[in-house]
């Protein structure tokens, strides 16, 4: 039994994620009050149905979210439809039913469900988004938009955790980045999303390798019949203070595939976002072709397709191939930001291009009304590329020709790249081999790296110095077992398999530092001062997790466990001289085996009354650090990987309350405590020194979040929150070490750098639906939401004193957007006129971290007349010029013109 236990673990990984959801209720006689065996419950022109036990109870599991009506039958009785009835992701929703004896045939009633503001199965921090309610948020494009919005959230910071903790799983399936972390490597336009469920805490058992947060999006499906939708929205109609050159289109296109008898359906959406932003370095931009047009490339570009095949072979079986496409392209600094130290040279910055695709094949078998299985085969592929003009780190050095000798003399410098220079192929200089070198280009003087600054801070000379291209393979295999195995438990298990091939290279001060004949891998071993290598590492992710959801009467309760597995792959297991070479660059003793690691999760809900319930839980949540910080190399110097890190842990308790003040209106009370610790830190050892990654941080966030929501009614409907949370910390990242430098260490811990303790969001929509005209003058079929994002101010390090760690505070930020728009009839269809006003108040909200850019004596962004601290000589004018940095303020006002249609 043991060995078959590991053998399934062996052939496991990550986690399966949730896409379905379930109905449940009691139906009794209208006038006796006593339960109704065997009445038919169904989902009219669907699969669905169930019939009462000898209880009047029923339930119906694995609903895809969305709307739905619902109708109770049973001879003798008058029948009753529910319509608009929410089904919702890992939830249970409640429609009880009460028939009247009828002894004659008569019409049966129809009404209208509402979803309860309190559901009395939750146990968790979970919000969800539908895609009504998703229109409802002004200029929200993509999924992560949305989830910066939500209490707890600073930028993609979850209740304290780093940027990485948080996964993103799209149709149950995750597109984490295996090298850079838990990131959302496919961001989804919000036009190809049906529900988005956002847990901040508490998740169950099925959800691994995410310490933070999990963010579960389920894709559209094409209905029985065929229906489109088209939005256009850009800024270049707006007064050109409020316009960052930007245009924004979306498609959505789904309904039965045509000429096949059989049912079978599709969905096709994109989208395309082209915008200068605020920060427009104006670099010369690519240019391109398409369907025989010329354009230019801007600042930042992107699309996004999504098609999902769905074929219903028969009320048991189910089959879904999804197939999604994400293209990003940048242009500017590192990784396609700005630098406004290249303000005088933007076409000496890198561009920057990334490719996501990932493929799902699923196929789901109804065993019974109680049960079914679901098989899943995906595949993640990730690629991104940064380069200057698509040159190589040998095309950027300097050689001169000497006719007297005639030979090729090699100068040590760094060229500044002619866009017109001649590059030679494949020559020797001095024995040297050399793959290409560049001609007729200028030397740099005194450029140690590569560029050469003025003596204001801008630099004069050079080009910035990186290259790097790292790609990645995802295979997964996924089995998930659901049975209501008795009314009272729903029981989930499942079993997973991940199989990965990473690649990464990247390359800086290639132009002023070249060993020649060193012995490093990957490619151009001779260039570089810092170079990050792992070519093809194959490491196996597995897990395997039960999970029981108990549904007794007042009391839910989940309760669950998984086992996880990991190892790094034989590219390190069977490589001895990789392991001969680690010990002898580290100076530590090689020990690497496999990791196990067990994670209990526990949720409980008690409903004290229809309008009120409280929840607990408790969970220790676990994940694999990013795999760049186990598979650099240890050939090239300053940093290492180290393939034995252990995962990091989280530890964490929760309670929530929530009350039913109104028909209408209800309140939420969470309040979480985190333990963190084994964060990935860097330790010095070695000689000659070298910077090694370990598990020695740790970390604490403690927080409250109260929401006051109202539901529609009387043309309004709106929520606020606020969260109060601290988050405490002996580092903020895996490089903080380094930079601290080599002798100081902290003695406690400090605020982490995106510990923001207080934060407002409000959102309030007025609506008039068709034929509701307000205060009897306004027309009908428009509606005004407005948005207001509130945080006080991040910390920073006064003076500079690292001893001061984070100990001050920059100034709060608040914004206002604003969305309006009218709805006209246009034949069968809809036509939709909107704007987005961004920043209505044109604030100037502090953005930036970097201690360059904010005054380090007063925590605020640069002003004139401000002095130096220690000398107290005021600035000059032209050193305010460097100081006075854009990117240190968020956008400014943006107006958005859009158009959407509708059939």
Not at 220 to 236: A, F, H, I, P, Q
């Amino acid at each position: 039994m043991k060995k078959a236990i590991l053998f399934l673990i062996l052939l496991s990984t990550g986690v399966y994620a949730g896409v379905t959801g379930k109905l449940a209720g009691k139906i009794v006689d209208t006038e006796t009050g006593q339960p109704l065996p065997s009445v038919n419950i169904f989902i009219p022109d669907t699969r669905f149905g169930a019939a009462t036990d000898e209880y009047g109870e029923y339930y119906i599991i694995q609903l895809p979210p969305g709307e739905y009506t619902l109708r109770a039958e049973m001879m003798g009785y008058r029948s009753v439809t529910v319509k608009k009835v929410e089904v919702r992701i890992d939830r249970t929703t409640i429609i009880n039913f009460e028939l009247k004896p009828t002894v004659i045939e008569v019409p049966g009633i129809t009404v209208t469900a509402e979803r309860p503001l309190i559901e009395h199965d939750v146990t968790a921090s979970v919000r969800y988004a539908s895609r009504k309610e998703i229109e409802r948020t002004p200029n929200v494009e993509r999924s992560t938009e949305l989830v910066r919005l939500q209490p707890g959230v600073t930028g993609s910071h979850v209740r304290g955790g780093r940027t990485s903790e948080t996964v993103y799983y799209i149709d149950g399936i995750a597109v984490r980045h295996p090298i850079h972390g838990a990131t959302a490597a496919l961001d989804l336009d919000v036009m190809s999303i049906e529900e988005m469920e956002m847990l901040t805490g508490g998740f169950n058992a099925e959800y691994g390798e995410a310490q933070s947060g999990v963010v579960n999006i389920v894709t559209r499906e094409g209905s029985k019949r065929l229906s489109s939708e088209v939005l256009y929205k850009t800024d270049n109609l707006s007064p050109k203070e409020c316009s960052f050159n930007t245009d924004y289109a979306a498609f959505a296109f789904g309904g039965p595939i045509p000429f096949l008898p059989v049912d079978a359906r599709f969905f096709f959406s994109g989208s395309g976002s082209f915008t200068d932003t605020y920060l427009n370095n104006h670099r010369t931009r690519d240019e391109r072709e398409f369907l025989g047009m010329s354009y230019h490339d801007r600042q930042s570009n992107s699309t996004n397709f999504n098609l999902k095949l769905t074929y219903n072979i028969s009320p048991n079986y189910k089959l879904n191939l999804g197939y999604r496409r994400g293209y990003q392209c940048y242009s500017g600094y590192e990784g396609g930001g700005f630098n406004w130290d290249w303000k005088n040279l933007p076409d000496s910055t890198n561009n920057t291009e990334k490719i996501t695709t990932q493929a799902v094949l699923s196929f789901t078998h109804s065993l019974s009304e109680n049960s079914f299985y679901s098989i899943h085969l995906g595949h993640l592929f990730t690629h991104s590329h940064d380069d200057l003009w698509g040159r190589t780190p040998p095309e950027f050095w300097h050689w001169e020709y000497y006719w007297e000798d005639t030979l090729w003399e090699y100068e040590w410098g760094y060229a500044r790249l002619l866009q017109d220079s001649t590059v030679i192929d494949s020559f020797a200089i001095d024995s040297i081999a050399v793959d290409s070198a560049v001609v007729d280009s200028e030397y740099v003087e005194n450029a140690s790296w590569g560029w050469h600054h003025d003596a204001y801070g801008f630099v004069d000379e050079g080009v910035y110095q990186y290259w790097s291209d790292d790609s990645s393979w995802v295979w997964t295999t996924k089995f998930n077992f659901t049975s209501q195995i008795h009314p009272r438990h729903l029981i989930k298990f499942g079993f997973n398999v991940d199989y990965e091939d990473v690649s990464y290279v990247n390359i800086q001060y290639y132009g002023s530092f070249r060993s020649p004949g060193a012995e490093r891998p990957g490619p151009w071993p001779d260039y570089g001062l810092y170079r990050w290598v792992f070519e093809h590492g194959h490491p196996w992710l597995g897990a395997i997790y039960l999970q029981d959801k108990m549904e007794l009467p007042g009391l839910v309760v989940n309760i669950g466990a998984r086992l996880d597995y990991f190892t790094p792959g034989e590219a390190i297991l069977g490589d001895t001289l990789y392991q001969q070479q680690w010990e002898k660059a580290t100076g530590l003793e090689w020990e690497l085996e496999p990791t196990q690691f067990f994670s209990p999760r526990l949720g409980i809900s008690h409903p004290i009354s229809e309008r009120t319930s409280i929840y607990f839980n408790y969970g220790r949540f676990q994940q694999i650090p990013q795999l760049q910080y186990l598979f650099r190399d240890p050939w090239t110097g300053t940093w290492c990987g180290n393939p034995s890190l252990k995962p990091q842990k989280t530890i964490q308790y929760e309670f929530g309350l929530s009350h039913q003040f109104a028909p209408d209106l209800a309140a939420y009370i969470k309040l979480f405590n985190k333990d963190m610790y084994d964060y990935v830190g860097l330790m010095n050892v070695g000689m000659p020194p070298i910077w090694v990654w370990v598990n020695r941080g740790y970390g604490r966030a403690r927080g409250i979040e109260l929401e006051l929501k109202k539901r529609y009614s009387h043309h309004t409907s709106g929520s606020i929150s606020y969260t109060y949370q601290n988050g405490m910390g002996y580092s903020s990242w895996e490089f903080m070490e380094y930079y601290r430098g080599w002798e100081w260490e902290p003695v406690r811990g400090s605020r982490l750098d995106w510990d923001r303790n207080h934060k407002i969001v409000a959102a309030l929509s007025i609506e008039a639906s068709k034929g509701e005209y307000l205060f009897g003058r306004l027309p009908d079929r428009w509606r005004l939401d407005i948005l207001w994002d509130f945080g006080s101010g991040l910390p920073y390090t006064p003076k500079d004193d690292p001893t001061l760690q984070n100990q001050g505070t920059r100034p709060f930020t608040s914004t206002v957007d604003v969305h309006l728009q009218k709805e006209f009839s246009v034949g069968k269809g809809e036509l939709r006129l909107f704007a987005d006003i961004l920043n209505l108040w044109n604030n100037k909200n502090v953005k930036t971290s970097d201690k360059n850019w904010l005054n380090p004596w007063t925590g605020e962004p640069y002003k004139y007349g401000d002095a130096d601290g220690g000398s107290h000589k005021i600035y000059t004018w032209r050193e305010m010029q460097y100081k006075k940095n854009p990117s240190t303020f968020s956008a400014p006002r943006q107006i958005k013109l859009g158009v959407k249609l509708g059939f």
